[in-house]
């Protein structure tokens, strides 16, 4: 400890005699304490002091500033990116009173605090889709087609809701990506737009919407061809990464990711401390494009990438993950003369592609992420292993589970989870292929290894079935699972459930709420669901479900989006 930190402590505790209140303490003296803790690495008690003085004084600059480091130091990138915000609207100079505090400020001022350290869970819905009062909630449905596979809504900063789902007429069509927006709470939305029709009539695939510090949105998703059917949120099916960003009010030409030189597969969305947005995707490289004719598919997507989305444009690219160069036919032919020929296992490509791709940016600014890998799919059959689900740190690759050799488990609709919580710890969840009982299950991850589970979702019986399940991080380091379960498959009338969950950040869940309490022969099936919550505070759930009212009974294989607000 330097001298100035030991001045410093002794000032304050005088300050803090017995009869002296802290409120008697300047902003300035709580921002030097902070700074003083930051230093020692004692982030919370950083996050504390720091938060002191910006309530006192709400330009403070540069405790806005630190408080954001106090907050990546636990791994609360969310009240990092925020407290960044703060900092950068704060003037350069400070005269008279300070001002009241902005509900923006309160939030994050609030955020992180008491036991829970974050900010109070929304109020969540109760059984049978009634809202948190008990009201039955009134689902808007964005769709009009009824041939939905995915969609995705966004809270914005402003108050405002974002919504994106894929949609085709018939089976005849290729599926297109269309985007809806509304600024009175969900009441109401904005005439459909199509942002994925370019006249080539490829297939858009599962798509996310997300925020950058600058307020722009961005709708990430991948074209692909019409047959394929095996990809979703894991990305299996080779095709076209693009995104398009809408900045003040107008939407960007799509901005194409990856292109047939460098096809894309798996992709993946992460925020990072200062706001910024960053996508990660795999790719089979040129090289391999070349040695194959052209050709590919997803155990050929061996290059992993990152990129920070910048407008219409990426910036900051770096690969963080490369096989190791295909000779060229030159290079063959000249190691040939030599006589020294290049061995055919090292002039084609690797099967080693990377799919089921869950980015996560870590406080330092490392790029982890969390993937399936193909094993050893190569060599004599008792040298060969199953699938292993995958950990990349930032610079080594864990193993951390392999699946059974030869199996196919269709994980590309449900791949598992990567979350952080408020208190930077890493969860991965993942749905068990070999359970006693089908359940959903959360495991913290320490040095590239799984812990001990805890189930979140679970069927009552061996004899259910998780049909389809997504989690999401939900602002302050919550974290929120949906998933639709068949109370018994084996039933001669199957019918299905919604069920949510939702973690207090501290890695306890509350008992799962089931939505939809249907009964036996209604044969509505909700197929895809995910949720959020908005500026307000409020629970919302984007759901592809059957026709009609909120999933009511499913009229042949028709799905529509709904959006419902609890």
């Not at 919604?498 to 309490?517: A, E, F, K, M, R």
């Not at 409020?538 to 009511?552: K, N, P, Q």
């Amino acid at each position: 400890m330097t001298i100035r930190h030991a001045l410093s402590y002794l000032l304050l505790a005088l300050v803090c005699l017995p009869g002296a209140r802290a409120a008697d303490r300047t902003a300035s003296e709580w921002f030097d304490q902070g700074l003083d803790q930051l230093t020692d690495q004692k982030f919370a008690d950083a996050e504390a002091s720091l938060k002191e003085a910006c309530r006192l004084e709400p330009r403070y600059k540069e405790a806005w500033s630190a408080l954001a480091k106090a907050f990546r130091g636990q791994g609360k990138a969310d009240l990092a990116a925020a407290a960044l915000r703060e900092a950068s609207l704060a003037p350069t100079q400070r005269t008279g009173a300070p001002p009241a505090l902005t509900d923006e400020q309160k939030q994050v001022l609030g955020a992180a605090a008491g036991a829970g350290g974050g900010k109070a869970l929304p109020d969540l819905p109760k059984p049978d889709g009634k809202t948190a009062d008990g009201q039955p909630v009134k689902p808007v449905r964005l769709s009009a087609l009824g041939g939905c596979q995915y969609a995705d809504t966004l809270a914005a900063r402003d108050g405002s809701l974002h919504a994106v789902f894929n949609e085709r007429a018939d089976s005849s069509h290729a599926y297109y990506l269309y985007y809806r927006a509304s600024s009175d709470g969900g009441a109401t939305w904005s005439p459909a737009k199509n942002l994925s029709d370019d006249e080539s009539g490829r297939t858009a695939s599962y798509a996310r919407l997300a925020q950058d510090a600058a307020g722009r949105i961005y709708a990430v998703w991948k074209y692909m061809a019409v047959n394929d059917v095996i990809d979703g949120p894991g990305g299996y099916a080779t095709g076209q990464i693009v995104f398009r960003c809408l900045a003040n009010g107008v939407w960007s030409p799509p901005v194409n990711v990856t292109d047939p030189a460098t096809p894309g597969f798996s992709w993946s969305l992460t925020t990072a401390a200062d706001g910024s947005l960053h996508l990660l995707w795999s790719q089979t490289p040129a090289d391999a494009m070349r040695a194959m004719n052209n050709w590919t598919f997803f155990q050929y997507c061996n290059q992993v990438v990152t990129a920070r989305l910048e407008g219409n444009g990426l910036a900051a690219r770096r690969v963080l993950i490369t096989p190791k160069p295909l000779p060229t036919e030159a290079e063959i032919a000249a190691a040939d003369a030599a006589g020294h020929p290049i061995p055919g296992d090292d002039r084609r490509p690797r099967r080693e592609g990377i799919l089921n791709l869950q980015a996560m940016l870590r406080a330092d600014g490392t790029m982890a992420f969390l993937g399936e890998h193909p094993g050893v799919a190569e060599g004599a059959s008792d040298q060969q292993t199953g699938r292993r689900l995958v950990f990349w740190d930032g610079q080594t690759l864990h193993r951390l589970y392999e699946y059974e050799k030869y199996q196919s488990y269709p994980t590309w609709n449900d791949p598992p989870a990567l979350l952080t919580d408020t208190r930077g710890e890493v969860h991965v969840l993942r749905a068990p292929e070999k359970i006693a009982v089908p359940c959903i299950r959360d495991y913290t991850l320490h040095e590239g290894r799984l812990g001990e589970p805890a189930s979140v979702i679970e069927c009552a019986n061996a004899s259910g079935k998780i049909v389809s399940w997504h989690a999401v991080a939900l602002p302050h380091g919550r974290m929120a699972v949906m998933a639709t379960v068949c109370p018994d498959r084996n039933a001669g009338s199957p019918y299905f459930d919604l069920y949510l969950t939702v973690s207090d950040g501290q890695g306890i869940w509350w008992p799962p709420i089931n939505l939809t309490n249907s009964k036996p022969g209604t044969g509505g099936q909700p197929m895809f669901a995910t949720t959020g919550v908005s500026a307000l505070g409020r629970l919302f759930a984007t759901i592809i479900s059957g026709d009609g009212a909120y999933l009511s009974a499913t009229t042949g294989a028709r799905q529509n989006a709904l959006f419902v607000q609890f």
